[in-house]
């Protein structure tokens, strides 16, 4: 209910901000459905922790205040025993939240982020990198003083070629241009220098066309390419940008992390919820909601913050995707404890 009553306001306040855009570039009808489909399966995604958690407040407090839980534990059952229902719906819950996260979730974000990209913003937002140093296999290294994806191209190219510790050849360009029809690459003003044990030979070109032994995307992949990629692909990618020495290996590995750690939270939410809200307050309802949504909003600072943390700095990954829910698990479980009281 939670979601039917959000996600139709969330799209009617992305349509309102994107429509003038949507009817100047007049995209199909179609294309705008299928948009708006992965939009909602990668809100309710992003959002699906919170909303379970204010979905829980909401009916165990009308159970509060129709004073239906005094009445199951004064017939002698257990506290724990009433909370057997919440816990097995929860992790019938995670299990669903767990296969959205791995798989269709991705799929998704990759479609919403193709459309917005395409329509929207022109690729005006794909990353143009400066200073691109890659280790791209165990003997090859390459730089570049400026990658652009929207254009293939790259400027003050360089591949140096190592065996057993020793320069082998280097290949130098002022510029350099991917084909994508036929996966070549136009090198201008290039250079070739082998290293011999008796003197070095070099050749100059003005173009040549040649195959490099890597992919220009792979290369230059764009901020949101993680969230596209299901979590069999995403642990190769990590794997293989760990290989070429990447930059960004911290940021690929958040995504990863959260993954597993956004149907746990849904979890640990979910007792969270249990234990503030089942027995009255004065103030009924209202101050059960007030206080969820104040919690709510201190995991997502919490998330924000250590995720940012470990994007932008040498902050372990794995410590900040799963700090805020250890931080939520032991406040579950003193809460729990004093609701049980």
Not at 262 to 284: D, H
Request: with cysteine; charged share 20%; glycine share 4%.
């Amino acid at each position: 209910m939670m979601l039917l009553l959000f996600i139709p306001i969330g799209i009617t306040v992305n349509l309102a901000e994107k429509i003038d855009k949507i009817l100047d570039n007049e995209v199909p009808f179609i294309e705008v459905a299928y948009y708006y489909l992965d939009f909602t399966i990668y809100f309710a995604n992003l959002l699906f922790p919170i909303f379970l958690f204010l979905s829980v407040i909401w009916f165990t407090s009308k159970l509060a205040m129709n004073t239906e839980i005094v009445a199951f534990l004064s017939s002698g059952v257990s506290f724990y025993r009433f909370l057997r229902p919440y816990l097995i719906g929860a992790t019938i819950v995670c299990v669903g939240a767990l296969i959205l996260s791995m798989y269709l979730a991705p799929q998704a974000s990759k479609g919403f982020n193709e459309f917005k990209y395409r329509y929207l913003k022109h690729g005006q937002e794909t990353r143009e990198t400066n200073d691109v140093y890659r280790q791209i296999n165990d003997n090859e290294f390459i730089y570049a003083n400026h990658f652009s994806p929207s254009s293939n191209s790259a400027r003050n190219f360089t591949l140096e070629h190592f065996e057993d510790n020793e320069l082998k050849f280097k290949i130098s360009a002022s510029s350099l241009r991917y084909n994508p029809e036929d996966s070549t690459y136009r090198l201008t003003m290039a250079d070739k220098r082998i290293i011999g044990a008796r003197g070095d030979s070099i050749f100059n070109y003005r173009t040549l066309d040649t195959i490099l032994p890597f992919e220009f995307d792979e290369l230059t992949p764009e901020s949101y390419i993680a969230e596209t990629l299901n979590y069999t692909e995403l642990k190769e990618f990590i794997s293989k940008e760990k290989r070429r020495g990447s930059g960004n290996i911290s940021r690929y590995e958040v995504v990863a992390y959260k993954r597993w750690s956004i149907p746990i939270s849904a979890f640990i939410l979910t007792i969270i919820a249990v234990a503030v809200s089942s027995f009255k307050r004065r103030g009924g309802m209202g101050v059960n909601l007030a206080v969820g949504i104040c919690l709510a909003f201190i995991f997502i600072f919490f998330d924000k913050v250590f995720g940012t943390m470990a994007e932008q700095s040498t902050f372990s990954p794995l410590i900040a995707v799963w700090f805020p829910n250890i931080v939520f698990g032991i406040l579950a479980i003193v809460l729990l404890i004093r609701a049980k009281r």
